[in-house]
C-alpha cells in the first residue's frame, strides 16, 4: 500500500514538473518582450537578516515621471535627486526627509513609497513604513509593488500570517505574470508550515499564459526546492 502511494505521489510530481518544462520549452520557443517589472539593483545592504526586500535601489525610481504641474513637480524631482545623493553618502535620515518631500507631492510613485518603506523598516519604524504603503495604493492602487512590500513587513515583521497572504495574493491578481509575487506568497506559506498550501500557489502560477522564460524558470525552482524540501523531512 505505501509502495502504491509512494509511486502515486512520484507520477503527480512528474506531471506537474512536465507541465513546467512544456510551458517553458513553448516560451522559449515564442519569446516577447517581458510585461512584468524590471528587477532594480540593490545599492545597499539591509541590516536585518534573511531575503533582502527589493525597494532599497540606487537608481531612481522608474516610475518617477513627473506630469505637467508646474513648479511644485519640478521641485519634486529635485527634491528626489538630492535624496539620492545622501542616501549614497550613507545620510539616510536626511535622504528620508526629502524622498518624503516627493512623496508629499505625490504619493502614488509607488517605487519610491517602497524605498522609503524599506528605509524606515532598517530603523524598525513599521507603523511608518506600513503608512507610506498605503497612501501610495490609495494614489495608485493598479500598482502591484506596495503590496508585495506590506506582505513582506506584515510576514517577517509582524507575524501576522493571514494580513501578509491577504497582502501578497493582491498582488498576484494585479500583476499574474510576476513571478515574484508568487516567490513572496510561496515563502510565506512555506514559512508558515504550510507546503501543500505554497504548492497550491505554483499551481496558480502554471495557469498563467505567459511566454516569459524567466517566469517559467522561477516557478521551476520554486516547486523543485519546494518538493526537495518535503522529501528532506522525516517521516513519523
Not at 16 to 35: D, M
Not at 103 to 131: E, H, K, M, T, Y
Not at 147 to 152: E, G, N, P, T, V
Amino acid at each position: 500500500m505505501r509502495e502504491r502511494i509512494k509511486r502515486g505521489v512520484a507520477v503527480c510530481r512528474g506531471f506537474v514538473l512536465a507541465l513546467i518544462f512544456l510551458a517553458l520549452a513553448n516560451a522559449l520557443a515564442e519569446p516577447t518582450t517581458r510585461s512584468s517589472s524590471a528587477k532594480i539593483p540593490r545599492s545597499r545592504q539591509a541590516k536585518q537578516s534573511g531575503r533582502q526586500d527589493d525597494s532599497l535601489n540606487s537608481k531612481p525610481a522608474a516610475d518617477l515621471v513627473l506630469r505637467a504641474g508646474g513648479d511644485r513637480k519640478a521641485g519634486a524631482l529635485a527634491h528626489f535627486v538630492e535624496g539620492m545623493a545622501f542616501e549614497e553618502n550613507g545620510e539616510l535620515d536626511r535622504a528620508l526627509d526629502v524622498y518624503r518631500k516627493v512623496l508629499n507631492v505625490d504619493p502614488g510613485q509607488a517605487q519610491l513609497a517602497s524605498r522609503v518603506a524599506g528605509l524606515l523598516i532598517q530603523d524598525d519604524d513599521f507603523p511608518q513604513a506600513i503608512d507610506v504603503l498605503k497612501d501610495a495604493i490609495k494614489a495608485n492602487p493598479t500598482d502591484a509593488g506596495p503590496y508585495q512590500q506590506l506582505a513582506y513587513i506584515y510576514a517577517k515583521y509582524l507575524k501576522k500570517t493571514d494580513q501578509a497572504i491577504d497582502y501578497a495574493n493582491r498582488a498576484i491578481a494585479l500583476n499574474p505574470g510576476d513571478a515574484d509575487a508568487y516567490q513572496r506568497l510561496v515563502e510565506i506559506e512555506v514559512a508558515a508550515g504550510q507546503e501543500k498550501k505554497a504548492l497550491e500557489v505554483l499551481e496558480r502560477a502554471t495557469k498563467v499564459r505567459s511566454n516569459d522564460p524567466t517566469f517559467w524558470m522561477q516557478v521551476g525552482k520554486l516547486y523543485v526546492a519546494i518538493l526537495f524540501k518535503s522529501d528532506s523531512q522525516p517521516k513519523p
